[in-house]
């Protein structure tokens, strides 16, 4: 018997044996890195939809947002610090998923949709006041984004008030 083939065998064996199990530990961490961010992607869902629904389910929330995305100055002293507290809440949501997506948590054509809505949130006049306010609450990365969102222009208003 040949000591020196059989060893030689042996450590071929082992040696597919560790390719094999780093392929299976590459595919775990595909599989984990897709439900990472189909978990991401439920959260934002989760987190923007109770932000929306703050606005639809009340018609005086609904018109203190209106009335703020048009014009700040419109709005009294504590319909102004609701709507610049939704404002905070909208934002620090866009900055998240922002975040989410530069760390490649968050899904590209998810992303793309939110850069939309946000291209067309700063397009607002009263938003636009209110960033003014609160960019220094943000990262410089993120002010970037907006301040290129809101300096390229192409937004279209989300909504508009009938005067």
Known sequence: MNWEA????????????VVASL????????????????STSQSHAELYSSLATRISESREIATIYLTGMSDLSDLDDVDRVRFLSFMSAIFRFYETSYVQHSKHKLDQELWDNIEKQLRDMVAAPGVRSWWEMRKHWHSPQFCSLVESLISTGGGKPLYERKT
């Not at 059989?6 to 044996?17: D, K, L, P, S, T």
């Not at 961490?29 to 897709?34: A, E, S």
């Open 6 to 17: 059989i060893g030689a065998i042996g450590e071929i064996v082992a040696a597919a044996a």
């Open 23 to 38: 392929v299976f530990v590459g595919w775990q961490m595909l599989q984990n890195t897709d439900a990472l961010r189909t």
